[in-house]
């Protein structure tokens, strides 16, 4: 397979395609298919992969910081990658396993999350507004700061999760389970919390409607 034709943007079908470890920082990979394809510790560093096909594929470890990933990445492997700072705008996640992955300051606003594995999750500063997350597990992910502004989260697992100074106005949380949860000067105002599971959850300082108590 030839790199220089992949970097050039000359091949836009690569399903299944062996780029473990590559070097592909920078490149423009908008609209190619790349489904299933084992992208194993490659460096995806600001690239552009806006309408790309990732669905099934394997990214563990990749660095995709920077990146334009609004792409579809159903079902992919991402675990451990670093996708600090990338543009996840309405990006189909479902289903995808982010354990560990490291999304700090990304742009997440709109992306559809719902049964994705986010444990562990580095998610500082990330904009999560209007997304779906849905069932979604995000125990032990450091959410501190993060915007979760009207984000569904229901029946979603956030044990131990840091939420600490979180936006999470209009939020659905109805059915979550909050256990031990870091809710620290949280805003809440207007959420839903039927059925929600706050037990030993921190919540000093946390903003709430008083119809919510």
């Known amino acids: 397979m030839n790199l220089e034709d992949i970097r050039a943007g ?50 563990l470890g990749s660095n995709l910081s920077g990146s334009d990933l609004r792409a579809t990445l159903l079902g992919a492997n991402l675990m451990q990658a670093d996708l600090t700072e990338a543009d996840l705008r309405g990006a189909n996640l ?14 997440l606003a709109g992306a ?48 131990q999760t840091n939420l600490e100074e979180a936006d999470l106005r209009d939020a659905n949380l109805a059915g979550a389970t909050l256990a031990e949860a870091n809710l620290l000067c949280a805003e809440l105002v207007g959420a839903n919390l039927k059925g929600t599971n706050l037990v030993n959850a921190c919540l000093t300082g946390t903003i709430l409607d008083q119809q919510q108590l």
């Open 10 to 59: 000359k091949l836009k079908h690569l399903a299944g395609a062996d780029l473990e470890d590559e070097d592909l920082s920078q490149t423009d990979l908008s609209r190619t298919v790349l489904s299933g394809a084992n992208l194993v510790g490659s460096n995806l560093s600001g690239a552009c992969l806006a309408g790309a096909r990732l669905e099934g594929s394997n990214l």
């Open 94 to 107: 479902r289903g995808a396993n982010l354990m560990q992955a490291n999304l700090a300051r990304s742009s």
């Open 112 to 159: 559809f999350l719902s049964g994705a594995n986010l444990t562990g999750g580095n998610l500082q500063g990330a904009d999560l507004r209007g997304a779906d997350l849905r069932g979604a597990n995000l125990s032990s992910a450091n959410l501190q700061g993060a915007n979760l502004n009207q984000v569904d989260l229901q029946g979603a697992i956030l044990n």
